[in-house]
């Protein structure tokens, strides 16, 4: 059974720093691209970071310079470290696992930012 369970959402004040999971279970973890999303109320979903099994990098122009993504291939996770946070990152984070033919959501962390 394929699983990825995202922690580490929570409320943070403006300019505070959130750091996001993703645990995965059931697949060939070093395999998949590895990406974060976000869906805030009325809003569609966006891509804010991706990572590939090779350890590539992308990020949301929105994100740049904020947020990291990395991945442990041996442990089977990702983290999003998020820093300078702002109101407008509030939303709720899911983590997304892709390989030709799977597509794998998590169920998703609340992320609030206060102003």
């Known amino acids: 059974q394929v699983q990825l369970v995202e922690s580490g959402g929570g409320l943070v004040q403006y300019g505070g720093s959130l750091r996001l999971s993703c645990a995965a279970s059931?697949?060939?973890?070093?395999?998949?691209?590895m990406r974060w999303y976000r869906q805030a109320p009325g809003k569609q979903r966006e891509l804010v970071a991706s990572i590939s099994n090779s350890g590539d990098t992308h990020y949301a122009d929105s994100v740049k310079g904020r947020f990291t993504i990395s991945r442990d291939n041996a442990k089977n996770t990702i983290t999003l470290q998020m820093n300078s946070l702002k109101p407008e990152d509030t939303a709720e984070y899911y983590c997304n696992g892709w390989a030709v033919g799977y597509n794998f959501w998590g169920q998703g962390t609340q992320v609030t930012v206060s102003s």
């Open positions: 059931g697949i060939a973890f070093s395999r998949f691209l």
